[in-house]
């Protein structure tokens, strides 16, 4: 039976749950598209293309600019000459505008003394993922760290959430999901594990509470109602 004093562990998402990297990701994106003779974008559109990984958000931003569909065979092929130039921009810019949401701090490490087992489960390439953690001072505060291309499938595909389940020996009650993404709540409807979903992050402008989650926050620190009280 799922209850929350069942919970043993929690998988954090990262973007959009515990820090606003959008800025960050634009102003890669931007950087890539003008190295390729193209306008820049908004804000609030990238804020609209990110949850799927780099290759995705970037897919989205040629298809924008390019006035091509998505699965356009040249716009695949454009792709992947340009990914690297992504990686290289983003690499570049992972830290400078990005920020912790409120309470974040304060609540992980209240989870962590009550004695929380905690994970990351992000879509983020890794190789940005543990370094952003670490410029946030985060880093010491996760036992497990896994990115977008740390194992064969990411979000939301349950694959990240039942390797922490093996990981940690765990049953599926004693493991809690919390993201800002449907694809953080559709992946723990299909690893069968606990579920919050946060209104504030980046969910394609869709209302978290149509992915049905456990529950719904409006701020970080209101998960601390169901895990610590």
Known sequence: MMQW??????????????IDSVPDL???????????????VTEALVRSWVGNGAQVLMQRALSYVSAMPEDAPELQV???QIMPQFMHHYGE?????????????DTLQLLKQAGFKLA???NKPYRFTVPLLTAFGLDDL????????????????PMPLQHLLKQWQLDESQLLMIGDSKNDILAAKAANVMSIG?????????????????????NFAD??????S
């Open 26 to 40: 634009a102003a890669a994106t931007n950087a890539t598209l003008a190295q390729n003779q193209y306008q820049p």
């Open 78 to 80: 454009m792709l992947e």
């Open 142 to 157: 996760f036992s497990e760290v896994l990115g977008g291309d740390s194992l064969a499938k990411m979000k939301p595909d």
């Open 223 to 228: 998960i601390e109602q169901y895990l610590l």
């Open 5 to 18: 004093s069942n919970i043993r562990a929690i998988a954090f998402d990262l973007d959009g749950t515990l």
């Open 93 to 105: 810019h992972l830290q400078k505008h990005s920020r912790l949401y409120p309470g974040v701090v």
């Open 120 to 122: 990351i489960v992000t």
């Open 198 to 218: 946060l209104t504030y992050g980046y969910n394609y402008g869709e209302d978290i509470g149509l992915s049905l989650p456990h529950a719904i926050c409006e």
